[in-house]
């Protein structure tokens, strides 16, 4: 089987383009972007990896870090710590303490199934596994999973929705 002709060409020398600049964009991309801001911020691009990191009181990887030292080898020499950089690990620290939102939400159709199971059966499973309306044939476990999971997406719903049960009931 023969080759095409445009594979058979050698590739020719292309004198318009600067391989200076092309160098440089090789290396631009090769440099990774940092995602974390307060890293970005303190890093040093005149530095190396392990040098910046050093800098900022973090470590490049696992090995070395917790090495099992001798009772006697710890005595005798202090632990060193070059960290200029110390409001780095304070910064991430901060915003690891925040907490984050909850993304989960549940559909529209479960917490229709949830409100019916519940205004039918209260909190028993069981009844609930063996309703006729119970179509994907759920477990009591997977109904209660159901139940909380709507109480977790929408509490102040579940709670007007149970306040609403509570009312009928008494009347």
């Not at 409100?115 to 477990?139: G, I, S």
């Not at 909380?148 to 709670?159: F, G, I, Q, S």
């Amino acid at each position: 089987m023969g080759k095409t002709k445009k594979s058979r060409n050698r590739s020719k020398y292309n004198y318009s383009k600067n391989k200076k600049n092309l160098k440089k964009k090789i290396r631009r991309k090769e440099k990774p972007h940092i995602e974390c801001p307060q890293i970005r911020n303190a890093w040093d691009e005149h530095k190396t990896v392990k040098q910046n990191l050093q800098e900022m009181g973090l470590s490049l990887g696992t090995k070395g870090m917790l090495p099992i030292k001798n009772k006697k080898d710890m005595e005798s020499k202090p632990a060193e710590t070059n960290v200029l950089k110390p409001y780095v690990i304070e910064a991430m620290e901060v915003e690891a303490s925040l907490r984050g939102e909850d993304r989960t939400t549940c559909s529209n159709d479960i917490a229709e199934y949830v409100q019916y199971m519940v205004k039918e059966h209260n909190e028993n499973y069981k009844a609930m596994a063996r309703d006729e309306k119970n179509y994907y044939q759920d477990t009591p476990k997977q109904i209660k999973r159901k139940v909380e999971l709507y109480k977790r997406c929408h509490p102040e719903e579940y709670a007007a929705f149970i306040a609403s049960l509570q009312s009928q009931k008494s009347t």
